[in-house]
């Protein structure tokens, strides 16, 4: 006899709740909802799974609550979809994808403020790099986009049609306060990592890049940059796809 899907649903949800209710070290008398907000809270899930797993939690009443056979089948069947769909979040939840593990480590390109800006155009002329971490004297100091060159590229040749500037710091006077950078440690997670770069700071704008160092900290080194090209991979790995 095929199992009752109602049965895997139950068990995926049944997962989940025992899951956040250890690591959110909440009461038995917190709520599944209190706990799915605290989640989106702490970044253990994304918006949509948050609501997703409100609406699984309705479903997973009806069934509880619903008729059963005589052999205590629930009669009330989930979809295929619906029980893939909170099996995923269940396993996302327990073994969570690190942004690392996702994207891979790459050779970030650093400068520092005295650097012939040529050195960066060479740069931006060979690969598809769009930012540039500056640092100085081993801390972070900057981020140089191809934004902040194409705008003091603008400006300079209406000065006089020839590029003036020289160093990398010449051409950080054309940087908009957008083009900042946040850190993030080596163990951030594909979810906390694309949280970081769409959640606005109090001015409203985005970060333009984030930097994963070991510790998350600015005087340290970065392991890889993660622009806004990065979001679809680790948007689908943090969905479980």
């Not at 479903?59 to 099996?87: K, M």
């Not at 040529?118 to 934004?147: G, H, K, M």
């Not at 090209?229 to 948007?235: G, K, Q, R, V």
Request: with cysteine; hydrophobic share 40%; aromatic share 6%.
């Amino acid at each position: 006899m095929t199992e009752n899907r109602a049965i895997a649903f139950l068990a995926a949800f049944n997962a989940i709740e025992t899951h956040l209710r250890e690591v959110l070290d909440a009461k038995k008398s917190d709520s599944f909802r209190w706990m799915v907000d605290q989640a989106k809270r702490q970044h253990l899930v994304s918006e949509q799974q948050a609501n997703d797993l409100k609406e699984f939690a309705e479903l997973r009443n009806a069934i509880s609550h619903g008729q059963y056979t005589d052999d205590f089948r629930p009669i009330a069947e989930p979809l295929p979809e619906t029980v893939s769909a909170i099996e995923r979040i269940r396993d996302v939840l327990r073994d969570p994808p690190t942004a690392l593990g996702v994207l891979g480590h790459h050779e970030v390109q650093v400068f520092a403020p005295g650097d012939d800006i040529r050195q960066v155009l060479r740069v931006v002329r060979a690969t598809t790099i769009s930012q540039f971490p500056i640092y100085e004297q081993q801390r972070y100091v900057d981020l140089l986009t191809t934004n902040t060159i194409a705008r003091w590229v603008a400006a300079d040749l209406d000065d006089n049609e020839h590029l003036d500037a020289r160093t990398v710091a010449e051409v950080l006077r054309f940087a908009e306060g957008s083009d900042r950078a946040v850190f993030l440690p080596r163990s951030v997670t594909a979810q906390e990592a694309c949280d970081a770069l769409t959640t606005p700071t109090k001015d409203g704008t985005l970060p333009r890049a984030a930097l994963i160092t070991e510790h998350g900290k600015a005087h340290q080194r970065p392991l890889r940059i993660i622009g806004g090209a990065d979001l679809a991979l680790l948007l689908d790995a943090a969905n479980g796809e």
